[in-house]
């Protein structure tokens, strides 16, 4: 099902939008104020390259869905800020796509409506029923089309979450624990399914997971989030790894096995 993917190809398919850089520059969050105040991100500085898979690991609590919202525009950094393709994030930012845990449809929209929600301002009737028809395929729910989110299955749900979120043509995709709660086995689909459509949108993709093996599986890059007491309250980074290979990877690499077996152990997780 999956097709070998170039490491961070930052191309993309015709009329689709390009894939975007993030840099995020010394972000900080801290929320309440005096005595209440709680610091949940210091001093974040990294980059991810247009057309890059980076996974977000870390504890929970550590910031990592902040992250992500604070490059959807969906919340504002106490300090620092989020530049995509040197703009800077301010409020609400089109460039991005999100995708949560939930697939968050509206049950009294056919799969087919939900997915046009995603669609961009100022598409016309005709564009906007020929890209979800498109999407459909691209998901493979063309058959499906009329069903209501309870008519289908957790993973189809979630699939159809996705295609709303590429209806938007987005340089950004932001995805936190898009597959946190599917079974082991669907999980395992819709990642194989994410590396096919990020082939053909290959949009910048910011994954936000605490499942290490599908960290290794997906991304180009992984960084680590964690507290350093020492130097202040808040989580920063603590690691950054780079994963060999090209996708798709075999499960079974005794290198990625080594690697999975050294992040557990910087997330305070015995290897063995």
């Avoid at 046009?116 to 395929?137: F, N």
């Avoid at 290198?255 to 015995?270: E, M, Y």
């Amino acid at each position: 099902m999956t097709t070998v993917l170039p490491s961070r190809s930052a191309g993309t398919a015709p009329g689709h939008a390009a894939a975007l850089p993030v840099s995020f520059r010394g972000l900080r969050r801290t929320f309440g104020t005096g005595s209440t105040a709680h610091t949940v991100l210091r001093d974040v500085t990294f980059d991810v390259a247009a057309g890059e898979v980076l996974a977000i690991l870390g504890p929970s609590g550590c910031g990592k869905s902040t992250l992500l919202r604070a490059a959807a525009g969906l919340d504002s950094p106490s300090a620092g800020s989020v530049v995509i393709a040197g703009s800077p994030v301010q409020g609400i930012d089109s460039r991005c796509a999100f995708a949560f845990q939930e697939p968050r449809l509206l049950p009294w929209h056919t799969l087919q409506a939900n997915i046009a929600i995603g669609l961009p301002t100022g598409c016309s009737a005709s564009e906007g029923k020929a890209k979800v028809a498109r999407l459909l395929e691209l998901v493979g729910l063309e058959r499906f089309a009329k069903h209501r989110p309870r008519e289908v299955s957790g993973g189809m749900a979630q699939r159809a979450s996705l295609a709303r979120a590429l209806a938007r043509n987005p340089g950004v995709l932001l995805l936190d624990e898009p597959f946190g709660a599917l079974d082991a086995l669907t999980r395992i689909r819709m990642q194989d399914l994410l590396l096919d459509i990020h082939t053909v949108e290959p949009a910048t993709v910011l994954l936000v997971t605490h499942d290490v093996d599908e960290a290794l599986q997906l991304a180009d890059r992984i960084i680590v989030l964690g507290n350093d007491d020492a130097n202040g309250p808040g989580a920063t980074i603590v690691r950054t790894v780079e994963v060999p290979g090209g996708r798709p990877r075999d499960r079974a690499d005794a290198v990625l096995a080594q690697l999975r077996v050294s992040l557990l152990q910087t997330l305070g997780v015995d290897g063995h």
